[in-house]
Nanobody, 114 residues
């Protein structure tokens, strides 16, 4: 059974930083494209950042220059470093893996508030 387990969420003040981690129980992790999405109540889930199996990255315009996605294939883990957080970044963040099939984690709450 494939599992994606996110961690690292929490409460942070505006301007602060958090690093999210997603540990994956994927046999062929290095071949999967990985991504982080986020969702707020009443809105569609949106792509935040993605990293391909070749480590090419892409970002939503709203997070460019502030967030960095990376992966460690030896640890089967993908990370999202989030800097200069603002209240609009408050959401549940989900890890996503894709290689033919698509898998989702259970989500981790990020709250940016003073």
């Amino acid at each position: 059974q494939v599992q994606l387990v996110e961690s690292g969420g929490g409460l942070v003040q505006p301007g602060g930083s958090l690093r999210l981690s997603c540990a994956a129980s994927l046999t062929l992790f290095s071949f999967h494209d990985m991504a982080w999405y986020r969702q707020v109540p009443g809105k569609q889930r949106e792509l935040v950042a993605g990293i391909t199996s070749a480590s090419s990255t892409n970002y939503a315009d709203s997070v460019k220059g502030r967030f960095t996605i990376s992966r460690d294939n030896t640890k089967k883990t993908v990370y999202l470093q989030m800097n200069s957080l603002n209240v609009d970044d408050t959401a549940v963040y989900y890890c996503n893996a894709h290689l033919g099939a698509t898998y989702w984690g259970q989500g981790t709450q990020v709250t940016v508030s003073s």
